[in-house]
């Protein structure tokens, strides 16, 4: 069975800290990886991929994928109270169309 | 604007009956994806398609059936063989260079 492991919090953040979200996964052929956000009772929204080993930013939000260790990361800068939400990680183990395999998600909370 | 419309928001069953879920996408996409989403619960797979006319079982499709008979259709029916259905179900859709994005999905509950 193709894992993905997530911690599921509550992560507790002051508001301008970095928060820093976790995501180990079981197959070592896994092609890419993605993280979304969820707010309570909406659907999750695409907020980072990443292919490559290293880091990859995007305003705030920067992906670190280390393959080696099967590992993938998120980490938020100057956290916002908006920023509360359940992110989940996602993994394509598959090339091509195929469906991700999804963390139980990591629930944030960031302190005003 | 292109997007994709779950419809309804809300759906409620009664015993022994079948229901359908609509999902509708005007992306291109090729592939529909649905997942059921239960309470602090990650998303789980029920059913996928890569193309018209075909579809694939996923972790948990007992009790459930789709057809994709359009690109841009692939309705979902909850049966009665499932009898724990009330749960958050979501659809997607993605293509090789476009990553899976969701609909708003539709809350199903038991009358």
């Known amino acids: 069975q193709k894992e993905v492991e997530q911690n599921s919090g509550p992560l507790s953040v002051p508001e301008g800290a970095i928060a820093s979200l976790n995501c180990t996964y079981s197959?070592?052929?896994?092609?890419?990886f993605f993280w979304y956000r969820q707010y309570s009772g909406k659907s999750p929204e695409l907020i980072m991929f990443?292919?490559?080993?290293g880091d990859k930013e995007d305003g705030r939000f920067t992906a670190q994928l280390n393959k080696a260790s099967q590992y993938v990361s998120l980490l938020i800068r100057d956290s916002q109270p908006s920023d509360s939400a359940t992110y989940l990680c996602?993994?394509?183990?598959?090339?091509?169309?195929?469906?991700?395999?999804f963390g139980k998600g990591t629930r944030l909370s960031v302190i005003a | 604007d292109g997007g994709i419309t779950q419809s309804p928001k809300y759906l409620f069953r009664k015993e022994g009956q079948n229901v359908t879920l609509s999902c509708e996408q005007n992306l291109n996409h090729d592939a529909m994806y649905w997942y059921r989403q239960d309470p602090g619960q990650g998303l789980r797979l029920i059913y996928y398609s890569q193309i018209v006319n075909d579809f694939q079982k996923g972790d948990i499709a007992e009790g459930y059936s789709v057809s994709r008979e359009k690109k841009e259709s692939f309705p979902l029916t909850v049966t009665s063989a499932q009898k724990n259905p009330t749960a958050f179900y979501l659809c997607a859709s993605s293509t090789t260079a476009r990553p899976q994005h969701f609909g708003d999905g539709t809350r199903l509950s038991i009358l």
């Open positions: 990443i292919y490559s080993n």
């Open positions: 197959d070592r052929g896994s092609q890419s």
């Open positions: 996602a993994v394509n183990t598959n090339p091509g169309n195929t469906p991700l395999v």
